[in-house]
Every structure is written in C-alpha cells, then in structure tokens.
C-alpha cells in the first residue's frame, strides 16, 4: 500500500518542511499542491525548480501527483481548449519532476447550458490536452468534485475522453451523494487513478468537521478494503482541510497520525490475509 499527503494541507511550510514530514511519518509519496510557489508550478523560477527536482530526488519520495486549478466545464469550446493549453505547463512540469499525474477540475455546469453540451464543450478541452501531452508520462485526472461528485456524473465523460485521462476518486464526495464505493468501482474503477482519503464528524452549512481516520462517518475502512478487494492499486493520499472554525475538528498532525496507523493497520490484514490464503 502507497501512502502520500497532498501539500494543500500544509501551505504554510516549505517544500523541504513538506518533505520532512512525508519522510518522518514513513509515507511513499508526496503529492505536491501546484499553485503559485505553494509548492512548486510552471510559475516557479527556474532554480526554485531545480532545487525541488534534486530535493524530492535525495527524499526518495514518488509524487504521484500535481494538483493544477483548470476547469473544463466552460461556456464555450474556446474557452475548453484554452484551459487545455493552460494545463499543459503544469503536464510537462509533471513530466519534469517525474509525477505520475496532474489533478484537474471540471467545475460547475455552466449556468443556462444543459449538461450534455457542457460535456460536448468539455471532451473538446479534454482531448486536446490529452493529445498534446500524448508524448508525456503523465496522466490527466479530474477530481470528484463541484458537478462530477460521483461515478454516475463521470461515466458517460470518461467514455468520451482516452485512458489517459482518469479520476482522483475523493471519497468524500460520492458518499455526499449516496452513492456507495460498489457502484462508484463499477462505474469508473477501471479509471481512478489516485485516491484522496478524508474522514468527519459532522458536515455544517459553513463547512466539515473534520475527524481523525476511521473516526468519523465515512466507513473509511470499508471503502479502502473495498477498492484493495476490487484491484486498485495507486496511492492513498490524505487531504486535510481546515475544519469550521469555533469546532473542535482533527488538526493536520492528528489525522495525518490517524491516517497513518489506520491505513497501515489495514495493509497489515491485507498482508496476513494474502499470506494465509498462500499457506492453504
């Protein structure tokens, strides 16, 4: 099992802090936020990238992915192809640094425009960033997020898009929707790519409150042993957020404890289960 945090949750440290802490708690992999210099994108000056390369390579750390901002869903096919261009510096740099992939989003269906021509317009942007980053080692994938929350609203997209182009499955949101683990992997499990794990106490009208792993109301463990069963094979990457203020939420260094002992008490069943079924 590969473990990794997003770096969205610590924009107050330095590349090097994020690092350390990855290393500290024995994580596989960092998945670095790719905003502004928080922590690195194609806006970062040449040296600050070539520094973080020779960084993250003494760290030992895979990067499984680059979270870029882009949103597809967009009033017009101009403005699609537009953000397909704007993500292929964050592709490349991916490719750069030796990421497995870049995070995007779609964003919500534009207002007035039903969802099947805002698909229309988004498989336009979609595939064009797709073939133009053919050459690169990298893969595009669109966070459950804003209007694309589940399997359901993501299935007839990916059927229009290459396999170059998959899913970071958030497991928060298609639980919002009701939508379970089981019907999410048989929808789009070929295409997720990249997992983010979060767990809460209580959703709020001004936000979450955010609990330690395996805590909280997600059944953290049930999907996580759910999707392992199923095949899936890529990284788990935790993605503190700041809960509502005046609550009394999970702070990042107790999930990321949390998330830690919870997944690797998981992989330690898997493991025992997979060498008792070998012995018989």
């Not at 995007?104 to 534009?110: A, H, R, W």
Request: proline share 4%.
């Amino acid at each position: 099992m590969n473990l990794s945090y997003t770096t969205l949750s610590v924009p107050d440290k330095t590349l090097k802090e994020a690092v350390e802490i990855a290393r500290y708690w024995g994580l596989e992999g960092i998945e670095l936020r790719g905003k502004e210099n928080t922590h690195i994108s194609p806006q970062s000056p040449w040296g600050y990238v070539q520094e973080a390369k020779k960084l993250l390579h003494a760290s030992g750390l895979v990067i499984p992915c680059l979270t870029a901002y882009t949103m597809f869903f967009q009033q017009t096919r101009e403005l699609s192809l537009a953000r397909a261009e704007e993500l292929l510096p964050m592709l490349r740099l991916a490719a750069d640094l030796g990421a497995s992939m870049v995070r995007t989003f779609m964003g919500p269906v534009p207002a007035g425009m039903n969802r099947a021509t805002a698909e229309d317009i988004a498989t336009e942007g979609l595939n064009h960033a797709a073939e133009s980053a053919r050459d690169l080692p990298v893969k595009i994938v669109i966070e459950t997020h804003d209007s694309v929350k589940n399997g359901a609203a993501l299935v007839s997209l990916l059927a229009r898009v290459p396999e170059k182009v998959g899913v970071l499955l958030d497991i928060i949101h298609p639980w919002d929707t009701g939508e379970s683990i089981e019907n999410t992997l048989e929808l789009i499990g070929k295409r997720i790519y990249h997992v983010h794990i979060k767990d809460i106490f209580e959703t709020l009208n001004n936000g979450r409150v955010y609990s330690p792993i395996g805590k909280g109301r997600l059944e953290v463990r049930r999907q996580v042993e759910t999707m392992l069963a199923w095949g899936y094979k890529g990284f788990f990457s935790l993605e503190w957020e700041k809960s509502v203020p005046g609550s009394r939420g999970a702070g990042f260094k107790e999930q990321l404890e949390s998330f830690v002992l919870f997944m690797r008490s998981i992989q330690k069943k898997t493991e025992e289960n997979l060498n008792h079924a070998d012995y018989f």
